[in-house]
Structures are given as structure tokens and as C-alpha cells.
């Protein structure tokens, strides 16, 4: 068992950071940057290479700053690498990029049954097989380049150790390339042949290799790598590890990402952004999600300071409402987000976006058929009264807070102090007071009005369209 910390890089699509936990579970060290996506023609591409230069440099400041001897990766999802050798053979693709409308017909076509994989069907890169397909449309040659094709998080894992592995939590989220009750790679991969790119699974946390770090005065360290996992899945192992059992977690960052065990799948409805993730276990679970943090983030005008209850009590009383949706996918997709009632600025439209995202994740935990505790991880539990105020909507339900807002990184690194033989996490989630504020229930009443007028509409919508 190792006593020296270890290196967590969670890779986020906007912000990507890096944090050095202590054997005894705490961070003592972290360092933060921003993914720079560039124009490549006429595509949207990370800046691999900048971020790999960053990450470099940093791992190599925590290993001579802390003893540092591990190293693994958390990574945001829908997103996948082309290598062969030691190099790309195209860059990585920013998933927020919808291809020609010509070239979609043709390749959405080819998805699987959502009975098959548990992908809803999804705009942009938010399947990332529909990317891959994009990719071999625009040339039919690229993807035979390719030794592997790599999940996010496993692409660093093989940049630094040299070895290519898939992983399962990654490959089920998703991304139209699994099978989550056969356990194996859909009918897709099949078809276009794609098996034998697919490397071999090692388990997330598990030691694939090592990289060696150069210092300042020129020593040589060799650190072990051990294998990436997606974001969200690393979130749900953590608390899993803390001793929760029966669960819902809502994982908030860029994504809402709400994971109900105990909800069968039989319940998902692919037209409501609703799926099965894969445990790093391979076990599929319950899904919903939307794209909370990013909605929260345009609805309020871009506000990064705690909400006051007097200003949700205002807009609560002024009777001034957002509906949905300010980002795509999610439950109530096809609508474009806006603002109804008496006009907000400043912190009371901040107010309004915070109810928005809270009643949007009742909503969501109702679809997915919640009733037991839940538990509430990442960016959103920084907004203040985000807890209390979902503590207030579902009164028969106990609402737990992290005091870390980190689970996916901290879920990283629970996965490899399990491989090796140790756990030091410790449960300090706090029970959220649900908030006290007049009006709550008759807005959510009048808010599910608007939204279910919506729904209903979109479904007469689907099917004259199917007919």
C-alpha cells in the first residue's frame, strides 16, 4: 500500500484540473486550466498538445512537491481519440458540432435499437458512434489509420503509458457502442467493423503502465498510471464507496447526470434524453440528465455568486418563470429556452435560473421514478439554495450534500486507492434543510403547467411526424 499521494486529472470540457489527494484522503494540491477547442477547417478540435504540455508540467511540480507516485484520469463524456503509433491520426472532436444535415439522415439511420443499447438518439457528438460515423462519411479511409480508437479518459491513460485499453463505465455512456445486457459492443461495431480497434478492457483504476517524470534537477521519477473513467461513473462509484446503497445520485457540473439503481429500465424513454449508464462494474443503470450546469450558466447571465432566498422569493412572487431548454438534449428537448412573466436581471434572474435547473431536476428525478435518499455532488451545490430548494420539492425524500464538490475526481481516486487495498474516504455529506420560502409548491405547480403543455405538444409533434 502506497502512503504517497496521488495525481487526479479531471478532464472537464470546460475546465480541466488537476488535484493531488493525500493517503488520507484529502486534496492538497490543485492547479486548474481552461481546454482551448480551435477551428480546423471546418471543424471544432481540442488543442491536445496544450493541454498535454499542462498536464505534463503540473504532474511534474506535484511529483517534486508532494512524492506523487500515481497518476489517473477523470474525463467528461462523449468524446473519443483515433491514434495509431505514438500519435493522432485526427484530432479529437468538440462533441458540440452537429454534422450536415445530409450526412446526419444517412448516418442516424445506422444507429442501433435503443432496446439494443440504451443511446437515445442525440444531436451534435452526444452519441459519440454518430461522430465516428461523420468521420469515416468524410473519409472513408480514417478510421482503418487507426490502431485504437480511445475513449477520452482512456486516450490520456495511453499518453502516458503507452498503452491503449477501452474501458466499460465510458463505452456505456451513451455513445451508441455498447450493449449493456449482452455486455459486449453493439451491432454497430459489428458492422463497420470496428472490433478489432477496440483494445482490450483493463478495469477503471486498475495499473496499465507507468510514465517516467523528468525534474527541475533532472531527475527521473516512474510513476504508475492506472486506467481513466467517465466523470459522472467515477461520481457514483465514490459515493457507493463512502456506503451509500440504495440512492439516487444527481451529478451536477456542465451536465445534470441523475443515476437511480432502483429505477428499471424498462422506465427509460428515449425521447425524454433518458439511458443507461455502465457501472465500472458493467452493471447498466437508470439514467437521465440535462444540461443543468451549462442552462444555469446562460439563463442567469453568466452569475457566479450564491443566490439569497429574498431573491427567490421575489421572482417566486412576481411569478416570472424559465422554461426549457437553454441547451440540447435534456427532457424537454426541441424547445428553445425563455423567460416568461415580469422581466429579471442581475441576482433575481440568477433566481430564476437556479428554480429553473432545481424543478428541472424534479422533474427529471420523477421520470426516473426516485423515491429514495438522494445525494447531490459537483458545481451546482454552489449556487446556495440549489439543495434546500430540491430538499423543499421532494419532501419525502432525504437530500444529501457532498462537502466536496469533486465527486468525479474524488471517485478517480477511490478507484485507485480500491486497487490498491485501501480506502480513506470518509461519508461527511451533510442532510440539506429543505428551504422555507412561500410560493415554492403553487410556482412548481404553474411551472409543470407550462412544461407539461409543452411535452404534450411535442409528443403530437413526434407522432404526426412517425405517421
Not at 486548474?32 to 505534463?56: H, I, S
Not at 428515449?270 to 450546469?293: C, E, K, S, Y
Amino acid at each position: 500500500m502506497s502512503a504517497s499521494p496521488i495525481a487526479v486529472f479531471d478532464l472537464g470540457k470546460t475546465n480541466s484540473k488537476l488535484f493531488v489527494v493525500s493517503s488520507e484522503g484529502r486534496v492538497i494540491d490543485e492547479a486548474r486550466t481552461r481546454p482551448v477547442w480551435r477551428d480546423e477547417g471546418d471543424l471544432r478540435v481540442l488543442d491536445d498538445a496544450a493541454l498535454f504540455g499542462w498536464m505534463t508540467a503540473e504532474l511534474a511540480r506535484a511529483v517534486a512537491a508532494h512524492g506523487v507516485d500515481r497518476m489517473t484520469f477523470s474525463g467528461h463524456g462523449c468524446t473519443f481519440a483515433l491514434v495509431a503509433g505514438g500519435s493522432l491520426v485526427h484530432p479529437i472532436l468538440d462533441y458540440e458540432q452537429e454534422p450536415p444535415a445530409e450526412i446526419a439522415a444517412r448516418i442516424d439511420a445506422m444507429a442501433p435499437d435503443f432496446q439494443e443499447t440504451f443511446s437515445p438518439p442525440l444531436p451534435l457528438g452526444f452519441n459519440y458512434g454518430r461522430h465516428l460515423l461523420w468521420l469515416n462519411e468524410r473519409d472513408g479511409d480514417l478510421i482503418a489509420k487507426a490502431e485504437a480508437i480511445l475513449a477520452y479518459p482512456q486516450f490520456w491513460t495511453w499518453k502516458f503509458s503507452g498503452r491503449p485499453v477501452s474501458e466499460v463505465s465510458y463505452l456505456g455512456c451513451h455513445s451508441n457502442l455498447w450493449a449493456p445486457l449482452r455486455d459486449d459492443f453493439s451491432s454497430l461495431v459489428e458492422h463497420m467493423g470496428w472490433r478489432s480497434r477496440m483494445p482490450e478492457f483493463a478495469k477503471a483504476g486498475e495499473v496499465v503502465g507507468t510514465h517516467k517524470v523528468t525534474l527541475d534537477d533532472g531527475r527521473s521519477v516512474e510513476i504508475a498510471v492506472h486506467n481513466g473513467v467517465h466523470d459522472s461513473n467515477a461520481a457514483l462509484y465514490f459515493y457507493r464507496s463512502l456506503g451509500f446503497t440504495d440512492f439516487t445520485l444527481v451529478s451536477t457540473g456542465t451536465w445534470v447526470i441523475i443515476f437511480n439503481p432502483a429505477s428499471p429500465l424498462e422506465r427509460l424513454d428515449a425521447d425524454r434524453d433518458m439511458l443507461a449508464n455502465v457501472t465500472v462494474d458493467h452493471q447498466p443503470v437508470a439514467t437521465i440528465r440535462f444540461m443543468g450546469g451549462r442552462e444555469y450558466d446562460v439563463a442567469s447571465g453568466g452569475w457566479t455568486k450564491p443566490v439569497s432566498a429574498e431573491a427567490v422569493a421575489r421572482v417566486i412572487a412576481a411569478k416570472a418563470f424559465a422554461l426549457p431548454s437553454f441547451a440540447p438534449g435534456g427532457p424537454m428537448p426541441g424547445h428553445e429556452g425563455r423567460f416568461v412573466g415580469p422581466a429579471v436581471a442581475g441576482e433575481e434572474r440568477a433566481a430564476v435560473a437556479m428554480l429553473y435547473v432545481a424543478l428541472m431536476t424534479d422533474l427529471s428525478l420523477n421520470l426516473i421514478g426516485s423515491e429514495n435518499a438522494i445525494v447531490i455532488d459537483g458545481g451546482l451545490v454552489k449556487t446556495g439554495l440549489y439543495a434546500s430548494v430540491l430538499a423543499a420539492l421532494r419532501p419525502g425524500q432525504t437530500v444529501h450534500t457532498s462537502a466536496n464538490p469533486e465527486g468525479s475526481a474524488f471517485g478517480a481516486a477511490a478507484l485507485v486507492f480500491d486497487a490498491i487495498g485501501d480506502n480513506p474516504f470518509v461519508n461527511d455529506c451533510a442532510v440539506a434543510e429543505p428551504a422555507s420560502i412561500p410560493g415554492l409548491d403553487e410556482y412548481r405547480r404553474q411551472w409543470r403547467h407550462h412544461v407539461d403543455a409543452m411535452a404534450s405538444a411535442e409528443a403530437v409533434s413526434r407522432e404526426e411526424k412517425r405517421a
